[in-house]
């Protein structure tokens, strides 16, 4: 089955404490995607990446990492969380490098993170 | 950059109603906007999308039509079922950039029956 995977789907950590959030794919696409989702902002980006080794950052980029050193994976890394970075993070895969009219973004099935 | 302002923010409806949600955006070179649909505990999921070349564009129950020279896009959902209950995003590609979709705030459709 095609699909976006995350892990973990819930977390709840301490102010300071590093944590990753793992999001695979299985359908060798090239774009992946972090966003965030916060209660009446809709969701921001947060980094992008167009290929392994090729990662940009988005629209809220603060306090938060990547890295795509394969093609299915490409984890979100929080060095030193705070709880402003408290959310429901997803993340998003498509087929070219870049998006495209052509192209659907799918969506992995969220992470809510909690930082106290 | 593109910003994307999507009205209303909550919707209620009774069954069997239509439901419209409009969104509008700014850049002119924008040329695709998907709508997704978000059920409780999951990620959003396409559910239509438009292409600037089109203006309307039909499935089953839902269709979305796009006014290029106002820069709005509307999603319609007619007689509306309760399970059509979910957080609705619009979305418009940079054109330029390509590197994001730039989302509306979200609608929060409750359908009650």
């Known amino acids: 089955e095609a699909q976006v995977t995350q892990n973990p789907r819930y977390l709840i950590t301490v102010t300071g404490k590093k944590l990753t959030v793992t999001c695979s794919q299985n359908m060798n696409h090239e774009y992946m995607s972090w966003y965030r989702q916060d209660p009446g902002l809709g969701l921001r980006q947060i980094y992008y990446s167009m290929n392994v080794e090729v990662t940009d950052k988005g629209d809220v980029p603060e306090g938060y990492k990547v890295s795509r050193k394969e093609k299915r994976n490409f984890p979100l890394i929080l060095e030193s969380p705070s709880p402003n970075q408290t959310s429901l993070y997803f993340c998003?895969?498509?087929?070219?490098?870049?998006?495209?009219?052509?192209?659907?973004?799918?969506f992995g099935p969220g992470t809510r993170l909690t930082v106290l | 950059g593109e910003n994307v302002e999507q009205h209303p923010s909550t919707l209620s409806v009774q069954e069997g109603d239509s439901a419209v949600i409009k969104c509008t955006y700014s850049?002119?070179?924008?040329?695709?906007f998907p709508w997704y649909k978000q059920e409780l505990g999951k990620g959003p999921q396409l559910i239509i999308d438009?292409?600037?070349?089109?203006g309307e564009k039909k499935d089953q129950r839902i269709a979305v039509t796009l006014n290029k020279t106002a820069k709005h896009f509307s999603l319609h959902i007619t007689e509306t079922q309760p399970e059509d209950s979910a957080v609705y995003f619009c979305?418009?590609?940079?054109?330029?950039?390509?590197?994001?979709?730039?989302f509306g705030k979200g609608t929060t459709l409750s359908v009650s029956s």
């Open positions: 998003a895969s498509s087929f070219h490098p870049v998006l495209k009219s052509t192209d659907t973004q799918y």
């Open positions: 850049d002119s070179a924008s040329n695709y």
């Open positions: 979305a418009a590609l940079q054109n330029q950039a390509g590197t994001a979709l730039i």
């Open positions: 438009i292409r600037s070349n089109v």
